[in-house]
């Protein structure tokens, strides 16, 4: 396969004149590109993709020229180097890939209507226009954009509208930027604006499917988030406007382009009358998270996509600061240490695992940079480690000198590292290199030899670990003892005298207090006898991470969760959300062993709902007036845990809820995954099932369709199974964007587990046509092994994917998803008959 070729290397551009007609009516974009820019040799090349070039001139000559589509290149020929100017006209498909410029399709009052938008990361602006399409290629854009417009239409892009003339849209220049970051929109949208103290204009546009209501949340955090940002980062927002745009068709969950940001609806509408906390945090989270990538993305730039991680895990760190500032009293790095620091901790686990910095040969292997669990979850963790080392002071001076620095351009991590470790006067760069550029993460061994403790360190696996793994981190201590280390740089150290660290320690002896290293400890006997008798005393955080510990080394068969269900019961009852998210993600490791229908499973049910009991006593299924932040958190875990647990009284209620509601649109929020889980689950009829598929169909309500899709999913009705699985490719029912989770949740069921194995596994190309370009692509592997579990399944993913291993935008996922469903497999053969027999023990 061809290696990726810098075309910026050739070629400079400084300004491109985009005029782009589009017809939805054609499915067609006609185009005529004039780009600016310096020459550095006469070969010249600019990118393209799908692109009907029907001409090519320099500096008002026409020349020849040729497509080369397996290169995604227009090529022709210069006369010589330097300055130059290039038009290219030409005509494109519409997709319906949700790449490029594509149409989003929605009803309102049972018209079927639609808006049409852009998605240009990671490569797609070139299905768009010709130009050199790279991040480092920054340029200015002046966009002229014509339409078959319809009366009350509007359309936006990066840059407020200049003007309008015979029916052509102009939009004022641009600042100098990528082009993955060029965006506009057209259609019949409504929209709701405001100005944040600076005067810059906030607005967010959906289409009027949804009530004008559901703008306002969405409105009230952008404009906050701008305001912390700018006083945070010590540094203006560069642009006039900040727009967020829900569209009702989008692959990934946002996208930050500068100055018009698009939103996948359910990420950015929220019914202010009818939607839990949890949900709420989701929707502020990611708003906080594309507006930190204002500046550290779209001000600043990676130089390559290899420097991925510079863009995204900062943003994943930044959007909990900033929220963590707008609303303090959501706790919300409590659901960062439930959420993104666990998915890093198991994904990173993993033999064959990417590091967080990544080299990128072919172009295919850009999408598959987009790890959630390591770019964004596991990058922004390290980020937390080092503004834990550094302190808030210096993060600041130093975000404040490297966008002085790198401001309308480009960086690497170097750059960031530099201006960290100028401002706080240490050597950041060498701590981070350890962990940047080689995958997973260490495990400390801390023990007690001769009166002294000796901590040691080691690469964690997740199954076999490979020879002569020599790999070594910088390790932040943060001991729970003043006087230790900062750091641990070396295989192993002695930290001093037992009886001393002990009479010094704050509570037990522990290391990474506050859980911002990204490593986890094994305890000595000892000492772990003093954090079991001291845990119920401890912080939420030190509970949670005690859990968290045990579960990692659980998974890696260091200890057995046979000796972790014991100690559960102690921390049940606790009014933490943390704490209660922790128990449960016990319960949920412990399912594997679970057969349906053993003894095993139903004793792990009796377990979990004794362990809930309280909790739901005390919480009910519906939100109070006197809840907290964290009873509303803790309650969907608790309401779960008693469904699955099979608790007499939450059935009958949630039932009884159900019957008194009517329908599911009138259900609360709070508590209305499990309300219909439980319909179909435990009262099912083919008049529910029927009234819940269409009222899924009906409506525009985003975490409605979640709701609906979670619960119809879990149907236990083999021909309720069949017909989801048979509206699996009809987008009228099922949405493309939506098909992962609805795959997900059928393949987890158990009555569908083996017919979604065969729909994947016979409609694989038709998702590779519909959806192959898309980021979030190999996700559907992804899917598959959180949910195998037995030796035949594993061979038959094995079958199935072995011979795809040649296709670099999956190969990695392929075998690093191997590995998790064979670590499994061994798990349950080597740990459940002591679960099974723990088990039995533990129900009264």
């Not at 509408?269 to 594309?290: G, R, S």
């Not at 509970?543 to 269900?565: E, S």
């Amino acid at each position: 396969m061809a290696s990726i070729q810098r075309l910026y290397d050739i070629f400079q551009p400084e300004h491109y004149d985009l005029f782009i007609e589009v017809s939805r009516e054609k499915k067609l974009i006609s185009g005529k590109t004039v780009v600016t820019g310096v020459a550095k040799q006469t070969k010249m090349a600019l990118h393209q993709h799908d692109l009907k070039v029907e001409s090519v001139k320099v500096n008002g000559q026409a020349v020849d020229f040729k497509t080369v589509d397996a290169e995604d290149q227009i090529q022709f020929e210069l006369s010589e180097a330097g300055e130059q100017t290039i038009e290219v006209v030409y005509e494109a498909p519409l997709t319906d890939n949700m790449n490029g410029i594509y149409p989003s399709y929605y009803q309102v009052d049972g018209e079927d209507k639609q808006v049409v938008s852009t998605q240009f990361e990671t490569y797609f602006a070139r299905q768009a226009f010709p130009g050199i399409d790279e991040p480092e290629a920054k340029a200015t854009f002046s966009l002229a954009l014509k339409f078959d417009e319809q009366p009350g239409e509007v359309a936006i892009a990066n840059m407020p509208e200049a003007r309008v003339e015979d029916g052509v849209h102009y939009f004022e220049k641009t600042v100098k930027m990528s082009t993955y970051l060029v965006a506009f929109a057209f259609g019949d949208f409504q929209s709701v604006e405001t100005k944040t103290k600076s005067g810059i204009k906030i607005g967010v546009y959906a289409t009027k499917a949804h009530p004008a209501k559901d703008l306002d949340f969405a409105l009230d955090i952008s404009k906050r988030s701008i305001e912390f940002y700018e006083d945070f980062y010590q540094t203006p927002y560069p642009l006039a406007q900040s727009l967020q745009v829900a569209l009702p068709d989008f692959s990934a969950g946002a996208m930050e382009n500068w100055g018009m940001v698009t939103y996948r609806e359910a990420y950015l509408l929220v019914d202010p009358d009818n939607t839990e906390l949890a949900m709420k945090q989701t929707v502020a989270t990611v708003i906080a998270h594309e507006l930190a990538h204002q500046w550290f993305g779209d001000l600043v730039t990676m130089k390559w996509w290899d420097e991925l991680w510079l863009n995204e895990s900062f943003a994943n760190m930044m959007e909990f600061v900033a929220i963590d500032a707008i609303e303090p009293d959501w706790h919300i790095w409590e659901t960062f240490n439930a959420n993104d620091a666990q998915a890093a901790f198991r994904r990173d686990a993993v033999p064959g695992v990417q590091p967080v910095h990544v080299e990128v040969h072919h172009p295919e292997e850009i999408d598959a940079l987009f790890d959630p669990a390591i770019v964004y979850a596991k990058g922004a963790h390290l980020l937390v480690m080092v503004r834990s080392l550094i302190g808030d002071d210096a993060l600041r001076k130093g975000l404040k000198a490297y966008f002085e620095k790198k401001s309308y351009g480009n960086a690497t991590g170097d750059d960031l590292w530099d201006a960290l470790g100028a401002a706080s006067g240490q050597d950041i760069g060498a701590v981070m290199k350890t962990w940047l550029d080689q995958p997973g993460y260490p495990l400390l061994t801390v023990s007690i030899e001769d009166g002294r403790v000796k901590v040691r360190q080691a690469p964690f696996v997740l199954g076999e670990k490979p020879e002569n793994d020599k790999r070594l981190w910088q390790v932040p201590l943060k001991a729970s003892a003043e006087g230790l280390p900062a750091l641990l740089t070396e295989e192993e150290a002695d930290l001093g005298d037992w009886a001393e660290i002990k009479a010094a320690s704050k509570g037990p002896f522990r290391l990474n207090v506050g859980n911002a290293g990204h490593y986890i400890v094994q305890y000595d006997d000892e000492i772990l006898a003093e954090q079991v008798e001291g845990l119920k005393a401890m912080s939420a955080i030190d509970q949670a991470q005690f859990i968290q510990n045990a579960l990692l080394l659980a998974q890696a068969n260091k200890v057995g969760y046979a000796d972790i269900l014991p100690v559960l019961p102690a921390l049940a009852d606790s009014e933490s959300a943390l704490v209660q998210d922790f128990v449960y993600q016990a319960i949920a490791a412990v399912k594997v062993f679970a057969k349906a229908g053993s003894d095993l499973e139903k004793n792990l049910k009796s377990f979990t709902e004794e362990l809930s009991e309280k909790s739901y006593a005390r919480l009910g299924l519906a939100k109070k007036a006197s809840d907290s932040v964290s009873d509303e958190l803790a309650r969907p875990q608790v309401v779960a845990a008693a469904l699955y647990g099979q608790n007499k009284a939450m059935l009958e209620e949630a039932h009884a809820v159900f019957e008194k509601a009517g329908s599911a649109q009138a259900l609360p929020a709070d508590g209305r995954t499990q309300i219909l889980k439980n319909e179909l689950v435990n009262y099912n009829s083919q008049e529910t099932f029927a009234a819940l598929l269409s009222a899924y169909q009906e409506t525009s309500n985003a975490s409605l369709k979640r709701d609906l899709s979670a619960a119809l999913a879990a149907t236990p009705n083999d021909l309720q199974v069949k017909e989801l699985i048979a509206s699996f490719q009809d987008p009228a029912i099922i949405k493309p964007q939506d098909l992962r989770n609805w795959f997900a949740g059928v393949l987890a069921n158990p009555v569908g587990q083996d017919q979604a194995w065969d729909w994947v596994q016979a409609n694989w190309g038709w998702l590779e046509d519909r959806l192959g370009g898309d980021m979030s692509f190999s996700s559907y592997i992804t899917v598959i092994s959180r949910i195998f579990k037995t030796r035949e399944k594993l061979d038959s993913f094995k079958n199935f994917f072995d011979g795809k291993k040649d296709q670099p935008g999956i190969a990695r996922e392929i075998v690093i998803d191997t590995e998790v469903i064979e670590n499994r497999v061994n798990l349950v053969e080597k740990q459940e008959a002591a679960v099974e027999k723990a088990l039995a023990g533990l129900v009264k």
